[in-house]
């Protein structure tokens, strides 16, 4: 299996709205459902030539199976939000997410030189705290009713990694 990041384009329009309108992969994302063809490709045409973030498409083999990306790339504070979303059910629960991190982070650090990459998840949403973790985010805080999304108050936790960090979680997994 071999897993690849590319940029996104307009031919990965359909799936993302695809993706992002069905319930086993909402509900934890914060979009304003349904996701439509029309408003999602005057998006990516506000974006496709910004350089203050990086929307990709995770591949297996070739074939695409969700989104990852950095969002704010702050050159100034040499830091990142970083967000994924796997889309196809067949790629979940077989290590795609966490070697799309894994790359996606390779990216932020090596070749853009960040120092700091964080994001943030809700507290119910202990499959991706799970994965985070486990990619070597370390949980730095609550941030209390964060959100309101459908007139609900979303508590969300923030998670970091610092370069240094990861350099080290890399050079051990090497050792091992």
Known sequence: MQISIRKFCKDDIENKVKWINDPQNN???????????????????NIKNRNDRYDGVILVDGVAVGLIGL??????????????????QSAKGKG?????????????????????????TEVNNLVAQALFEKSGFKREGLLKEDLIYNNRKVDRYFY???AEEFTV???????N
């Open 71 to 88: 969002l704010q790339i702050d050159r100034k504070n040499s830091k990142a939000e970083i967000y994924i979303a796997l889309g196809e």
């Open 160 to 162: 970091g990694l610092t």
């Open 169 to 175: 979680q890399t050079n051990n997994n090497r050792a």
């Open 96 to 120: 795609v997410a966490k070697k799309a991190l894994q790359l996606m982070l390779e990216y932020a650090f090596a070749t853009l030189g960040l120092n700091k990459i964080y994001l943030c």
């Open 27 to 45: 509900t934890y994302l914060h979009y304003d459902l349904p996701l439509e063809y029309e408003k999602t490709a005057i998006w990516f045409e």
